[in-house]
């Protein structure tokens, strides 16, 4: 019969995985950059609705009735979006949206380079045709929107952060019922 060999002590545990002191703040910096590129998009686009509804209407994509609609509507969502990522408020959800609606552009942008349009965006106002001469940008273009694309995914994983309505409101909520 063999000799058992002794017992071994237990190796040190690790300490649990958790964010680090600097990840609030990281999420906190992608939730304002995310936002004010929101709040500039649709502030640049919510006094002139017609050119907002150009620019839609020039990836060709949509139906004329869906690309007024989105045109139009547009501007008032990304402000929405912006007021919310800003104030801290259902970030994980907002972020979700923006993930979504920023995969879409880079969809719609990929697409009019694909078909050989000659467009001006429209993110950040004016869009539509290209007047001769002037080239369009779609490769910045798609890496802008695919790094806030990637940011807003983050966001959506890692949505804590300072200086959030959310934090307050959680907190506040917790005290009242201690």
Known sequence: MMPTPASSPPAPSSPPAGPTPLRPWLGTAARLVLGAVWLVAGASKITDLDASVRAVRAYRLLPETAAQVVGAGLPGVELLLGVLLVAG???R??????????????????????????????????????AAGQDPAYGLELVRDAALTALALLLARFPDGRL???????RFTTEEHS
């Open 89 to 91: 408020a259902g970030v």
């Open 93 to 130: 959800a907002v972020a979700v949206v923006s993930a979504v609606l920023m995969f879409a552009f880079v969809v719609g942008i990929a697409s009019a380079w694909a078909r050989g349009l000659r467009i001006d965006c429209g993110c950040f106002g004016s869009g539509g045709e290209l």
């Open 164 to 170: 959030a309505i959310a934090g307050r409101t959680a």
